[in-house]
């Protein structure tokens, strides 16, 4: 399998100004049928995605999301005084960006290696993947469970604003399949995905469930259908309280 993506991320929530209680309350008037008035919470929307033209750099991180997670290199572009919000990740890859080929001309940027390519492009402000699996797996159909290599992009927005103050989330993604070809030959084995997954754990250490967590998925492309399924599931890698559902 290959696939080579674009994109661009932002999330927002809105929250109430007046139901948040860290803001003066605004309120507007308006009349009623009997000439009187009421006042209506104003709301306001917050961005909770930092750098959304990714200027700062990612801190790429290792192969194992369990054991080897830490930061192994910091892509700046050249430019030492960035301080990255992103993260670049590469869970279950046999190869490592670490050790890639860099190229920083006309303002786009790469790191290559045998298997995956993170370019970015500074006057787009557009970040693209690319991971080729026919140079990770020695066979094209495999047998669950396999580790399947992720190269993906994300960032923590803890502590800067309560799910539970929010009366809306809206998530926004602009983005490009380039290219994806199918190279297993039949229908076994793995094949190539790309989705945007939020992840909402509970931080209350008085909950009940204190530490148990849900991915919230947005299946956006597969590369064996016309339309991506939904799927809800429970996943056990942390314990019996947590959840994976992801939208179609």
Not at 45 to 68: E, I, M, P, W, Y
Not at 149 to 171: F, N, T
Request: proline fraction near 3%; include cysteine.
């Amino acid at each position: 399998m290959k696939i080579k993506t674009f994109a661009a991320a932002c999330l927002a929530v809105v929250l109430p100004l007046s139901a948040c209680g860290r803001n003066a309350t605004e309120s507007v008037s308006s009349g009623g049928s009997e000439g009187g008035s009421h006042e209506e919470p104003k709301y306001r929307s917050v961005q909770l995605l930092q750098d959304q033209g990714f200027r700062k750099g990612f801190s790429l991180r290792g192969l194992n999301s369990a054991t080897d997670n830490g930061v192994c290199k910091t892509i700046d572009y050249g430019n030492g005084a960035n301080r990255p919000v992103w993260t670049l990740a590469q869970w279950w890859s046999k190869y490592n960006l670490k050790d890639g080929e860099e190229t920083n001309e006309n303002g786009v940027y790469s790191l290559r290696d045998e298997s995956k390519s993170f370019v970015y492009d500074s006057v787009g402000q557009t970040v693209t993947l690319e991971l080729d699996g026919s140079k990770e797996f020695d066979s094209v159909n495999l047998v669950p469970p396999t580790m399947w290599p992720h190269l993906l992009i994300e960032q923590s927005v803890e502590g800067l604003y309560w799910l539970k103050d929010a009366d809306e989330v809206r998530a926004s993604l602009k983005f490009t399949i380039n290219r994806s070809e199918n190279l297993r030959g039949g229908n076994q084995g793995c094949h190539a995905q790309f989705a945007w997954f939020i992840y909402v754990v509970d931080k209350n250490p008085d909950s009940d469930g204190y530490g148990n967590f849900l991915w919230f998925g947005l299946n956006l492309f597969d590369s064996t259908k016309i339309y991506t399924q939904g799927t809800a599931q429970q996943d056990t890698a942390g314990g019996p309280g947590n959840f994976i559902y992801s939208l179609g």
